[in-house]
């Protein structure tokens, strides 16, 4: 049996002392009654609190879908994709509507994901919310299956990856390709005092080693394409010394092996990774930051190297905490 005030007008119903503590799953919500709902994002700017100034950024952060991505053959790809979509807010303006933001990407959400479809999807930001700006990024792990070194089995290692599209004023875009690699860093100074310990005075020393990332951050050139792949195997023939998925004894032997072959402080793994995308001519701009989780230290050994181009990456990376692995 429906609850009998369920019928009963809430637009035309008295206000009473005390609300009903109730639930009405039958309740529908009318033209009316949807047009009579307050609005305070579209509030009066006499309305703003604090400073009546421009917001430069304004919206949703971590909202998560399953997306479509392209691998380097074509395949199709879904992967859980973690958003993030702001826009710009004028200063008589008291907010925007939140739930667009989300709302338009999901009008995208059967298409298959590129830094190309990013535009398009600002640019209904912009249209919808009446924004000046807009900006937008995709974060998602990606999977590449990869050899053991030796024991020829092969895993999964997964990459983290954004796509980060910026539409300004002018309606000017620009993207962006964020990669972490992980990887292995022997130090060279450790390596040296083990092997003089061992000459001088017989002394069986191990050098340290410590699990280390660098995030790529790149910006391709207009009409050219780049796959997630083909930036992995850019840092991996830089650096050398990848962490492994599937390790049996003679993995792990050689693994000994090649991080004694390519030893590196973390000056050596950003200019190795400088010279790997200077040389690649796909690449418009590119900043890399990579962090060394010491072993030896209770500190962090961090270095930032970016391209050097006029107007693009400007190496202020700071958030070393998210290097860690």
């Known amino acids: 049996m429906s609850d009998p005030l369920?019928?009963?007008?809430?637009?035309?119903?008295?206000?009473?002392?005390?609300?009903?503590?109730?639930?009405?799953?039958?309740?529908?919500?009318?033209?009316?009654?949807?047009?009579?709902?307050?609005?305070?994002?579209?509030?009066?700017?006499?309305?703003?609190?604090?400073?009546?100034?421009?917001?430069?950024?304004?919206?949703?952060?971590?909202?998560?879908?399953?997306?479509?991505?392209?691998?380097?053959?074509?395949?199709?790809?879904?992967?859980?994709?973690?958003?993030?979509?702001?826009?710009?807010?004028?200063?008589?303006?008291?907010?925007?509507?939140?739930?667009?933001?989300?709302?338009?990407?999901?009008?995208?959400?059967?298409?298959?994901?590129?830094?190309?479809?990013?535009?398009?999807?600002?640019?209904?930001?912009?249209?919808?919310?009446?924004?000046?700006?807009?900006?937008?990024?995709?974060?998602?792990?990606y999977p590449i299956l990869k050899p053991s070194l030796r024991s020829n089995l092969e895993g999964w290692q997964y990459y983290e990856v954004s796509f980060e599209g910026f539409l300004d004023d002018l309606n000017r875009f620009r993207k962006v390709i964020h990669f972490d690699f992980v990887y292995s860093s022997a130090c060279p100074c450790s390596s040296e005092l083990s092997e003089h310990a061992r000459e001088a005075r017989n002394i069986y020393g191990i050098p340290h080693s410590q699990r280390s990332k660098a995030r790529v951050s790149l910006e391709v050139r207009q009409g050219e394409l780049i796959s997630l792949e083909e930036i992995q195997l850019?840092?991996?023939?830089?650096?050398?010394?990848?962490?492994?998925?599937?390790?049996?004894?003679?993995?792990?032997?050689?693994?000994?092996?090649?991080?004694?072959?390519?030893?590196?402080?973390?000056?050596?793994?950003?200019?190795?990774?400088?010279?790997?995308?200077?040389?690649?001519?796909?690449?418009r701009d590119f900043q890399i930051a990579c962090a060394h989780l010491e072993s030896l230290h209770s500190h962090d050994a961090v270095a930032v190297i970016n391209k050097g181009r006029e107007g693009g990456f400007s190496a202020d990376f700071s958030d070393f905490k998210d290097l860690v692995c």
């Open 6 to 141: 369920s019928s009963i007008d809430p637009i035309k119903a008295a206000p009473t002392a005390k609300p009903r503590v109730h639930y009405d799953p039958h309740f529908k919500v009318t033209p009316a009654y949807r047009e009579s709902l307050p609005d305070m994002q579209n509030a009066d700017s006499a309305d703003i609190h604090g400073a009546n100034v421009p917001i430069m950024q304004v919206g949703i952060s971590n909202f998560r879908l399953p997306l479509v991505f392209l691998t380097g053959d074509q395949r199709q790809i879904t992967l859980e994709t973690s958003v993030t979509g702001t826009v710009s807010l004028a200063a008589d303006s008291k907010g925007i509507n939140m739930s667009r933001i989300m709302r338009v990407f999901y009008d995208f959400q059967d298409r298959v994901f590129d830094l190309e479809l990013l535009e398009e999807i600002l640019l209904r930001y912009k249209q919808e919310l009446g924004s000046s700006r807009a900006r937008l990024k995709l974060g998602f792990s």
């Open 234 to 283: 850019l840092c991996l023939n830089a650096i050398k010394t990848e962490t492994q998925v599937m390790v049996k004894r003679e993995d792990e032997q050689a693994f000994a092996e090649l991080n004694g072959a390519y030893v590196k402080f973390v000056e050596d793994a950003a200019r190795l990774l400088y010279e790997q995308f200077d040389a690649e001519p796909r690449i």
